[in-house]
């Protein structure tokens, strides 16, 4: 039989943009041609449990990790990883791992954090794919097209100094566009 060579599809976007969803719609497919499958999720990510729920509630289960070492191939074919910029560096030789391996990966994540910079190992991830799907959501101020996160402390956008990670949703974040996307004490650069 013929070596597979594995492929990787990311999806990235900011928060609300249907990343989880879109997962489960791609993953779906799978299930139909009776491909076995795990999803991953980052154990700092405590909603929803030991599932992948998206905001539309449509869910898959998951295991739950907190490091990427713990994500194998486990003679899966097809391996979902949720979350993807929580988990560090170390996922990129994992990912390349379950590809040399004939898997077909699909990997979620936010490309960007809070601040509008790119958010920890997203871009490598983002780098290697094979195919990338960028979604967007709907501006929860102006209703235009949202390509950022908003964090939200108190009412308030968070300043630059906020911690990078706070796991929450709508009562943290709203989804923004670029106007209106605000960050209090942004460095000048």
């Not at 003679?75 to 170390?90: L, Y």
Request: charged share 25%; proline share 5%.
């Amino acid at each position: 039989m013929e070596e597979r060579v594995g492929r990787l599809h990311v999806i990235a976007g900011c928060m609300s943009s249907g990343k989880t969803g879109e997962l489960i719609r791609l993953l779906s497919r799978h299930a139909v041609i009776g491909d076995n499958m795990v999803i991953y999720k980052h154990a700092v990510d405590s909603r929803d449990g030991c599932m992948a729920r998206s905001r539309l509630g449509t869910e898959m289960e998951a295991r739950v990790v907190d490091r990427p070492d713990m994500i194998v191939g486990d003679g899966f074919r097809v391996v979902g990883i949720e979350e993807a910029q929580f988990f560090g560096d170390g996922l990129v030789p994992v990912v390349r791992g379950l590809l040399a391996e004939g898997n077909h990966v699909y990997v979620t994540g936010l490309n960007q954090d809070f601040r509008g910079e790119p958010f920890g190992v997203m871009p490598v991830i983002m780098s290697l794919a094979d195919e990338l799907t960028l979604l967007t959501a709907i501006c929860q101020k102006c209703h235009g097209v949202a390509t950022r996160t908003q964090r939200i402390i108190d009412g308030s956008p968070a300043p630059w100094d906020s911690p990078l990670i706070l796991v929450g949703g709508a009562d943290y974040y709203e989804a923004r566009c670029p106007d209106c996307h605000e960050v209090p004490g942004r460095p000048v650069v």
